[in-house]
């Protein structure tokens, strides 16, 4: 047995470029709490603590009776603002719960004793203070709108509107300006235009 996301979970991790309304069940993740630009230099250390903790989980886990094989979930933020009388366009108001998806096996014990070692590893300060931050969270996102976004993050909002029209069309109300990005590509590796992001935000049926 191997979990691919991307092919046993696609309904989740590659929906169409067309918004979607889908039930969500809950799920297992590591989370750490950000604030601030995301573009600023104290992004990166969520992000590497945020894999540390996932490909440690991987790679060091196959003795156990209960591992599976997997490919590690993609990098996730659920975003909101620091204050909700700022333009959502300026990233200095944002705020996250940045995360990635565990395997079923991770219990709160296990994730203790990954913390341990990787905190007797990592030479960063920046790393070790958010490896210490780091929570192990089941979330539920429940009822959902969702699609594909093909581009730069700057360009979401086109996206969004596009969710809440269908959604209004369809039935459907945003519960909250809170969103999810899951994403795909990689921004170093991958063209700004080829960009792929999952957005997606809560509903509820009217």
């Avoid at 203070?129 to 780091?134: D, P, S, Y």
Wanted: negative net charge; charged residues 35%.
């Amino acid at each position: 047995m191997k979990v691919d996301y991307k092919k046993d979970y696609k309904e989740i991790y590659l929906p169409k470029q067309e918004p979607t309304v889908i039930q969500l069940k809950p799920m297992k993740y590591i989370t750490i709490e950000y604030e601030g630009n995301p573009n600023d230099e104290s992004f990166q250390p969520v992000v590497a603590a945020l894999y540390s903790f996932s490909w440690a989980i991987k790679m060091k886990s196959k003795k156990r009776e209960d591992y599976y094989e997997y490919v590690v979930f993609p990098l996730e933020g659920i975003w909101d603002l620091i204050d909700v009388t700022v333009s959502p366009t300026n990233k200095d108001n944002l705020k996250a719960k940045m995360m990635i998806r565990q395997p079923d096996f991770l219990d709160d014990n296990l994730f203790e004793e990954y913390r341990k070692m990787l905190l007797n590893k990592e030479k960063d300060i920046n790393v070790i203070t958010r490896i210490n931050e780091a929570k192990l969270e089941v979330i539920d996102e429940g009822l959902s709108c969702q699609m594909m976004h093909l581009g730069s993050y700057d360009t979401e909002s086109e996206s969004f509107k596009r969710m809440e029209e269908y959604s209004n069309e369809n039935g459907y109300k945003r519960l909250s300006k809170v969103h999810k990005e899951i994403y795909i590509s990689d921004p170093r590796k991958v063209a700004l235009e080829k960009l792929k992001t999952v957005l997606r935000f809560e509903v509820e049926k009217i």
